[in-house]
């Protein structure tokens, strides 16, 4: 436990180590303990320099197994015991400076001698990018203790972490219940410069209770709409408009809070303000989780179709909080099983049910990781991601223009692949039994297998438009050697199959 005097530490120390069956230690105590002199006393008699090495001891004797340690307020500011948290599951705890007041006794404090609410703002200020460049999670302190004692008992929980590796741009996606408290430790530790923070996220997720996230730096928040409807250019224009009117200089960070789309938008924002700025994703949605916060692909939407202007821009890192999905409608669920479903297949995993999502999200971040990691930018395999997206793009687009909550782009990804085995089979790539086979899995997970009435000139006219498309219609197929690449396909079979799909009842 790390953070300001007064902010709750020790009894949140205690309290936790209560219901774990551990020891709780307090690094003052130990200090008492140890040298038969108080804090209090040392630093008015041998001053403030020479306390932090005695209480570097302190800590160093704490740090055993099974223990759960409240440190002092200004514990971090020795280099000495910063190394010592190197590695170690560090809480931060914040509050402001009026909440510390009401819980401090200000009687017996050297370093608050004076002005205690001018020394506090002091010293919180100069010790905060201590705190959150040691923090694994930061939680507000101004929480009663019944409540922060189960949320940091859950966040003890071990978390999955997969790295997409790419040199120096390389970085984690950390999946976890409560990942997103790990916000202000990332933004620390791969941003170190930045001063502000950007929130993009929408409306309607601000208000959820679990919006609770701390950055470590001076925030603002920015609305977009939601869905789709964030994707487009005027969004774009407003919201790098508020990023210039909030000061964001080329060392400060944009954080995506939300799904799939808000990802989007976050990370193209980020690509092209000030010609770059670092970005990070707290993927709120199944679907942000396993496809959009990873490996980073960025768009917005043209009339023409889905993503045709974009960039690559890999985030600093990916937050996956599991905790989040919990609140999630069954229709969110579906729309990132689709994209659950497409790795599944390529990674021949025909045996997976919806009954364990963190392990599948897991599943499908361990293969974008991969393929991102060997393929940035879709000069090869990466491109193997698009299975079943063809037809799904250009359906959803189709549907956008009638409803935009017709179709979701997981439930488009699952007609693609159904779509996709059937053309595979009268290309005479796969045998008729693999096609109910994917169709078995695409149920399995409550997605639509069947094609609704869209015009099949229209989607042939998108499909021709496709990113992967090569001036002809390029497919990802499975067949005899796995799931691959097919390029020109013939028009007359494609729409043979989409007729005889849309026939199917």
Not at 422 to 443: Q, Y
């Amino acid at each position: 436990m790390v953070g300001m005097p007064g902010v709750g530490k020790s009894a949140l120390a205690h309290a936790l180590a209560e219901v774990r069956g551990v020891t709780a230690l307090d690094t003052d105590d130990l200090v008492d303990e140890m040298t038969g002199r108080s804090v209090q006393e040392w630093i008015r008699v041998e001053g403030e320099a020479a306390f932090r090495e005695v209480e570097a001891d302190a800590l160093e004797r704490a740090l055993t197994e099974d223990v759960v340690v409240a440190t002092g307020g200004g514990t971090l500011t020795s280099s000495r015991s910063r190394e010592l948290l190197v590695g170690q599951p560090v809480l931060w705890l914040d509050a402001d400076v009026d909440t510390l007041l009401t819980r401090l006794d200000e009687t017996d404090r050297p370093l608050l001698e004076g002005d205690p609410r001018t020394r506090l703002s002091e010293l919180a200020d100069a010790r905060r990018s201590l705190y959150a460049e040691a923090a694994t999670w930061t939680l507000s302190g101004a929480q009663s203790l019944d409540a922060l004692v189960p949320r940091v008992d859950a966040l003890l929980t071990p978390s999955m972490t997969r790295r997409v590796e790419l040199g120096e741009r390389s970085y984690d996606v950390v999946i976890a219940r409560g990942a997103r408290h790990r916000l202000a430790g990332l933004l620390s530790r791969s941003a170190p410069r930045a001063r502000r923070a950007a929130l993009l996220t929408t409306a309607s997720l601000r208000v959820q209770p679990w919006f609770d996230l701390s950055t470590g730096l001076e925030t603002v928040v920015i609305e977009v709409p939601d869905g789709e409807a964030a994707k487009t250019f005027s969004t774009l224009e407003q919201v790098c408009e508020q990023l210039a009117h909030a000061g964001l200089s080329r060392h400060d960070v944009v954080v995506s809070v939300g799904g799939g789309a808000v990802c989007d938008l976050a990370g193209f924002v980020a690509a092209i303000y000030l010609r770059g700025v670092g970005v990070a994703h707290v993927a709120t949605t199944l679907l942000a989780q396993v496809d959009a916060a990873v490996g980073g692909k960025t768009a917005v939407d043209l009339a023409a179709g889905k993503n045709l202007v974009g960039a690559f821009h890999q985030p600093l890192g990916v937050l996956c909080d599991l905790e989040v999905l919990d609140t999630l409608p069954e229709r969110e669920w579906r729309s990132g099983w689709g994209e659950v479903v497409k790795c599944a297949l390529l990674e021949g995993r025909d045996d997976v049910t919806p009954d364990e999502p963190a392990a599948l999200v897991d599943l499908a971040v361990d293969l974008k990781a991969r393929i991102v990691s060997s393929d940035e930018r879709e000069g090869a395999q990466r491109a193997l991601l698009n299975y079943g997206h063809t037809l799904a793009h250009a359906i959803e687009a189709l549907a956008l223009e009638r409803d935009p909550d017709e179709l979701r782009h997981g439930e488009a990804v699952g007609v693609g692949l159904a779509f996709a085995a059937r053309l595979a089979l009268r290309l005479g790539r796969i045998e008729a039994t693999r096609v109910e086979h994917v169709d078995e899995i695409l149920t399995r997970f409550g997605l639509e297998t069947r094609l609704k009435e869209f015009d099949t000139e229209e989607i042939l006219s998108y499909m021709a438009r496709d990113k992967k498309a090569h001036h002809d219609l390029t497919f990802v197929l499975d067949g005899p050697r796995g799931v691959e690449v097919v390029s020109g396909v013939d028009v007359g079979v494609v729409r043979a199959t989409l007729e005889a799909m849309k026939g199917e009842r």
